[in-house]
């Protein structure tokens, strides 16, 4: 029997070789995922306006040609987060829009607690300008003028040069302990214009939030967004709350707000187009409700959440493979609506000496695709899975479109997998 000569170039690619590579599909997505269930090509952004264009800046995105892929060790002991939680920001703040005429008459302004800080803001910089000595707030059974009733005042030279970006002829008080609490009256003898009261109760146990469900979305998708006020901690019904949805280009869009069981009130928000300018679309909610005792509680809070066009998906498939090293590459498919730069980032879980399952390593490749069907690599190298062994979690698998600053899915737990 004749002997087959194996070419010494096979058997170096044979040696190089994975060990070995399997295609297995994506796990089912979970609720808390996002999964674009249709894709929207890349279309021209909207004109930003006039107005938004005095407010926004707008960005110079470069979209980069060169593959990047990158990876790092993570502590096993780490709590990761792959649901990650929506923003929200007690606040114990309000903001009210007054003209010449409301100062005049004398503006009201509930407080639920000594020391408040009082700041105005005139949009006649010239002539709106106020006088301490000219400002004269009520509260209780006295009436002092506004470098009396403060323990500390500040103009706008003394705010920015403490780094706070203020209008110019502002002015910022903060009430004497003393004075106590209630429905104060501010009152100016010569204003002009407009202004803006930003009325600040650091002291106060009463605070107000909104929490959207979500951090992020894709266009045409709801958002659910619920406001709540809490006194040091528990809860108390509001009686009404108003707001709108800001887009990142400045346009705003207005709410309507329910009233829920609990005393909390809810909207649902859709952002149905593209922004003219990329960012974080704000929820403004401005809130009345009272203490308990009667007494009327103001706040306004604000919370954000990303929005984004699906123009990109993960199509379902996984490969992986043992890559150069002893480390693994796990390659996922991505269908394109149109060219773009696109990003995939993940960590890797692996079972540990002891038999639980710990985070093991981060990895993030990007690359430019064109449109239709794509592949990105997850490379992750042996020295960073030290520790770990099979078998294998993909967790908290993200694909981004990059030139658009956009999170277009994400999965908690994306992929199963051993390794022989």
């Known amino acids: 029997m004749q002997r087959r000569m194996i070419p010494l170039a096979l058997l170096a690619a044979l040696a190089t070789a994975p060990a070995w590579a399997a295609t297995q599909a994506l796990l089912p997505a979970q609720d808390s995922d996002m999964v674009p269930a249709t894709l929207t090509a890349h279309a ?15 960005p110079q995105v470069h979209a980069e040609r060169q593959p990047v ?13 792959a649901v990650p939680q929506s923003f929200a920001r007690s606040s114990r703040e309000y903001w009210l829009d007054a003209s010449a005429d409301d100062l005049k008459q004398g503006l009201q302004l509930p407080l639920t607690a000594p020391g408040a800080i ?34 500390q005042l500040a103009d706008a030279t003394t705010m920015r040069a403490a780094g706070m970006n203020v209008p110019a002829a502002s002015l910022v008080m903060r009430l004497k302990p003393e004075l106590g609490s209630g429905v104060a009256t501010l009152q100016a003898a010569s204003p002009s ?8 109760e650091p002291n106060s146990s009463l605070t107000v939030s909104a929490r959207a469900d979500r951090d992020d979305a894709l266009l045409g998708q709801h958002v659910h ?87 990109a998906r993960l199509d379902g498939s996984a490969e992986v493979k043992r890559a150069a090293g002893q480390g693994i590459d796990v390659g996922v498919g991505v269908t394109a609506a149109g060219a773009s730069r696109y990003a995939v980032s993940g960590v890797l879980y692996g079972r540990d000496s002891s038999g639980h399952m710990v985070p093991a390593a981060y990895a993030q490749s990007a690359a430019w695709l064109p449109a239709g069907n794509g592949k990105l690599v997850l490379h992750y190298d042996a020295s960073n899975l030290h520790g770990v062994g099979a078998p294998y979690e993909l967790h908290d698998l993200r694909l981004q479109d990059q030139p658009a600053i956009a999170l277009i899915e994400r999965r908690a737990l994306a992929l199963r997998f051993d390794a022989p």
């Open 44 to 58: 021209a952004l909207p004109t930003i306006t006039a107005q938004a264009a005095k407010t926004v800046a707008m």
């Open 69 to 81: 892929s990158i990876n790092w060790a993570l502590p096993h002991d780490g709590a990761i987060q």
């Open 118 to 151: 009082i700041r105005v803001s005139p949009s006649d910089t010239v002539h709106g300008q106020l006088a301490p000595e000219k400002v004269q707030l009520r509260l209780g059974n006295q009436s002092l003028s506004a470098d009396r009733a403060a323990s």
């Open 193 to 200: 214009g407009r202004y803006v009261v930003h009325v600040f």
């Open 225 to 311: 967004v619920s406001v709540g006020m809490q006194d040091a901690g528990k809860a108390r019904p509001l009686q009404s709350v108003d707001g709108f949805l800001r887009a990142p280009d400045g346009s705003t869009t207005p709410l309507d707000y329910r009233a829920q069981a609990d005393g909390s009130y809810a909207a649902d928000v859709a952002p149905a187009r593209a922004s003219a300018v990329p960012g974080l679309w704000e929820i403004h909610s401005f809130s009345v409700g009272d203490d308990g005792a009667g007494h009327a509680v103001r706040r306004d809070t604000t919370t954000v959440f990303s929005a984004a066009a699906p123009d």
